[in-house]
């Protein structure tokens, strides 16, 4: 991180933000689906849907 300051930093991409904000939410919302309609559907729709 020293190396990035000490150049100058670089440009913010907004679309990795995002992408990383939708990654995470995923996860989070994950545990909660599964609880509710069971590892086995669960897993299957997730796995269809990455």
Same mark, same amino acid.
């Given at each position: 991180?020293? #190396? ?5 930093? %670089? %440009?913010?991409?907004?679309? =990795? =933000?995002?992408?990383? #904000?939708?990654? =995470? ?5 994950? #545990? %909660? ?18």
């Amino acid at each position: 991180m020293g #190396v990035h300051i000490a150049r100058g930093l %670089p %440009p913010f991409n907004l679309t =990795a =933000a995002l992408g990383g #904000v939708l990654y =995470a939410t995923g996860n989070i919302a994950s #545990v %909660p689906i599964v609880k509710g309609i069971g590892i086995g559907l669960g897993m299957l729709i997730w796995g269809s849907v990455q």
